[in-house]
Nanobody, 120 residues
Framework: QLQASGGGLVQAGGSLRLSCAAS????????MGWFRQAPGKEREFVAGITWSGGILYSADSMNGRFTISRDNVKSTVYLQIDTLKPEDTAVYYC???????????????WGKGTQVTVSS
């Protein structure tokens, strides 16, 4: 129902635009979030956007390198990541929630992740 794409192998300093497309059902009214999980670490919140366009970034992503956006007509959420760093290497997941909680337990629907690997 949620499919993330756009990951890949990129050199440090590069950019990626991740997409998360909904299919099979509508997520009208849902908040959408991006999470990431690095090897050996817990899944963590990166950025979220409400149905009406309110945006929240984690402390780590509130640095101007991450930009979340959504196109409700296309049922797609995007995460632009600029000036990529090796520590951004992780599997990136999109998720949907109606709970208003930006936590892994608060998200109701998860997509399969997309791998982002940043080489130094």
């Amino acid at each position: 129902q949620l499919q993330a794409s756009g990951g890949g192998l990129v050199q440090a300093g590069g950019s990626l635009r991740l997409s998360c497309a909904a299919s099979g059902r509508t997520f009208n009214g849902y908040d959408m979030g991006w999470f990431r999980q690095a090897p050996g670490k817990e899944r963590e919140f990166v950025a979220g956007i409400t149905w009406s366009g309110g945006i929240l970034y984690s402390a780590d992503s509130m640095n101007g390198r991450f930009t979340i956006s959504r196109d409700n007509v296309k049922s797609t959420v995007y995460l632009q990541i600029d000036t990529l760093k090796p520590e951004d290497t992780a599997v990136y997941y999109c998720a949907a929630s109606s709970s208003g909680r930006w936590t892994t337990s608060g998200m109701e629907y998860w997509g399969k992740g997309t791998q982002v690997t940043v080489s130094s």
